[in-house]
């Protein structure tokens, strides 16, 4: 229980993190998330099986999803910041065009790679120590990006950026470049999260839709802020996921998912951020 | 005998209900007005009624099955483009109306026009559903793109949940939900009529209904949004807030404006299943989703008749490609939306129709 917990949680965390810093940040819902863990996903498979260690890979991974997040931006996304729905739509058109292109240029399935690291037993069942690897993977992506949002300097500039970008830019800071920067940083925590879930998962160009209503429900849920928001959201989804999962199997999983969203929703507009942070006044 | 009121020397005669209802046909929401666009809309639905006279009965069916989505495309007009709310949901109005139709009629048959009321009875769950949603999503303050997020999670759901349905256990009556495989064999529409029901198969007869219904729709639809209620939700997508202090419940506004909208997706979802006689779960997934908002964004979401052109164009244009190289036609979907949303924000039909009455009034001038 506590075991399918931490997994859920981690998985939660992760797929989300990439679309909690571009909601949070930019206030852009981005529907093409899940193209960008696949992007990860397939990058990771493939350097892998070239033979380099799976760490670099999954690195490699992110780091292509990053930069083809920047491409995006600067293409595509940098037009519509005035317009947040128009924005939907243009990332789900981006998102039709890498599912379908990729299932034309690299065919319906590709070959995985192997859930590395083996289990452990304790008692009588048997753990994955890959997924206790994500869990702790989870925790500390979570404090690396305070880290980088509270304590750099980057952080501090897109923080300023976002809360008034007009004042930023007259001292002088280069907005257009912060948002592009954090467009990118969004797209490859997905493709991380795309890396990491990469050994488990197949390997087809529709996995991102996986992930795609998880990472969602927990963005709306958590509200604008990844750290008071998207985590205890991440938490307490899981819990409910965990739970309904192992009692009554995987469908009530995510129809309880559903209702929790609706409630949140109706119960504190904001999200959970909103609602915290209000306590704080 | 003599009235002591005669401060009103003229008083207008008060116009009939009717009369009111009919001038709503033109107004300030909707495009092309006088007579000039009513004779082009005339010889539009002319050249539809005789159309079959010059085709096979395929390519009429065909024409009816592009007919089926445009309830859904004006619906989803309707919701997103009048009043503001983007939904990627209307597929779960249409996939649960689709399945009720299909759990009706399994059930009750198709004998004295009982058919009928299983669309109506339909429709009525669709819409029901979609009030329920509405009622949690607006009366919850949700806003902007948190609608269209909510509205997919429902979506997909339904899928999931219907996708699972395999085995005997799932069964409503006679009606065995089949997971995966979607339920089938249920009776198309029919007309009752002496000696003999006439059954709406996919052909001619089928045609000419549909034809009528989408002209009463999209007129009546036309009268909704040029009445107070369309200024109202107009006002909505212009500024919630100030339509809030003007005194308007918007959250009422909204819901009936997403129940309007379900009520369309589900009556192309009962005529769907009806011109096919069948429906799967992939019909509420994500592509499915995604087919409504690129319709209605290339076509033109301002504007009613924009959306029901646009939704035939698109949808005719896209089956043409699928002929030709089906894998690329999602790309050439995708691709178009991208390239609407930076180019044309009000969708290609709207500003093709607006650049026409433009060069029309520089020649008169």
């Known amino acids: 229980m506590i075991y399918q917990f931490g997994d859920a949680f981690a998985f939660l965390v992760l797929s989300c993190a990439g679309l909690a810093v571009i909601f949070g940040m930019m206030g852009i819902i981005n529907l093409a998330h899940g193209e960008f863990i696949m992007c990860g996903a397939y990058v990771t498979a493939t350097v892998a099986r070239a033979g380099v260690p799976l760490p670099l890979a999954i690195l490699s991974g992110a780091v292509v999803a990053g930069l083809v997040g920047m491409l995006v931006e600067r293409v595509v996304i940098r037009h519509l910041y005035h317009r947040p729905l128009d924005s939907i739509i243009a990332t789900w058109g981006i998102s039709l065009i890498a599912t379908q292109g990729v299932l034309i240029l690299l065919g319906p399935t590709m070959a995985g790679i192997g859930t590395p690291l083996g289990s452990m037993a304790i008692g009588e069942r048997s753990y994955s120590i890959y997924r206790l690897v994500l869990f702790a993977t989870a925790v500390g992506l979570l404090g690396a990006l305070y880290v980088l949002f509270y304590r750099t300097r980057y952080g501090v500039i897109a923080r300023a950026t976002i809360q008034k970008p007009d004042m930023a830019r007259a001292l002088g800071v280069d907005t257009r470049r912060i948002y592009g920067w954090t467009f990118g940083l969004g797209a490859g925590l997905a493709g991380l999260a795309g890396g990491l879930y990469a050994p488990t998962m197949t390997m087809v160009p529709t996995m991102g839709a996986t992930f795609i209503v998880e990472s969602f429900v927990t963005v709306v849920v958590g509200g604008a802020d990844i750290f008071v928001g998207a985590a205890p959201a991440a938490a307490i989804l899981a819990i409910i996921k965990a739970g309904l999962t192992a009692w009554y199997g995987q469908l009530f999983g995510q129809i309880g998912l559903l209702i929790a969203v609706i409630v949140v929703i109706r119960v504190m507009p904001g999200g959970l951020s909103a609602f915290l942070k209000g306590f704080q006044k | ?365």
């Open chain 2, 1 to 365: 005998m003599s009235d002591p009121v005669i401060s009103e020397p003229n008083p207008a005669p008060y116009p009939s209900a009717l009369a009111i209802w009919l001038a709503r046909l033109e107004g300030p929401q909707t495009m092309g007005r006088g007579p000039g666009f009513w004779v082009a809309m005339a010889l539009l639905l002319l050249a539809a009624c005789i159309f079959p006279a010059f085709s096979n009965d395929f390519t009429v069916g065909n024409i009816a099955y592009f007919m089926v989505w445009t309830f859904m495309a004006m619906g989803l007009g309707v919701v997103w483009g009048y009043c503001g709310s983007l939904s990627f949901g209307q597929t779960a109005f249409f996939g649960l109306a689709g399945y009720a139709y299909g759990v009706i009629t399994i059930n009750l048959g198709s004998s004295f026009g009982l058919t009928w009321l299983a669309l109506f009875l339909a429709v009525l769950i669709g819409t029901g559903f979609a009030l329920l949603i509405g009622y949690f999503m607006f009366y919850g303050r949700i806003k902007g793109v948190f609608i269209g997020i909510v509205t997919l999670s429902v979506t997909l759901v339904l899928e999931t949940f219907m996708a699972q349905t395999a085995g005997p256990q799932w069964r409503i009556g006679d009606a065995r939900l089949n997971g995966f495989n979607g339920m089938s064999g249920m009776p198309p529409l029919t007309i009752p009529w002496f000696g003999g029901d006439i059954l709406l198969y996919a052909g001619a007869t089928l045609y000419y209904v549909l034809v009528g219904m989408v002209v009463l729709c999209y007129l009546g639809l036309r009268m909704i949004l040029n009445a107070p209620f369309g200024n109202v939700l107009v006002a909505i997508r212009e500024n919630p807030e100030r339509t809030e202090m003007l005194g308007y419940d918007i959250r009422l506004y909204q819901t009936l404006a997403f129940g309007l909208g379900g009520a369309l997706a589900a009556l192309s979802g009962v005529l769907y299943t009806a011109w096919g006689q069948y429906i799967t779960p992939s019909s509420m997934g994500l592509t499915a989703a995604a087919l409504p908002i690129v319709w209605v964004a290339v076509g033109g979401r301002r504007d009613i008749t924009a959306t029901l052109l646009g939704t035939l164009i698109v949808i005719a244009g896209f089956q043409y490609l699928t002929i030709y190289g089906s894998q690329y036609a999602l790309v050439v979907m995708g691709a178009l939306l991208v390239f609407t949303v930076l180019v044309t924000p009000d969708g290609l039909v709207a500003t093709a129709i607006t650049q026409i009455g433009k060069i029309k009034e520089r020649t008169l001038r």
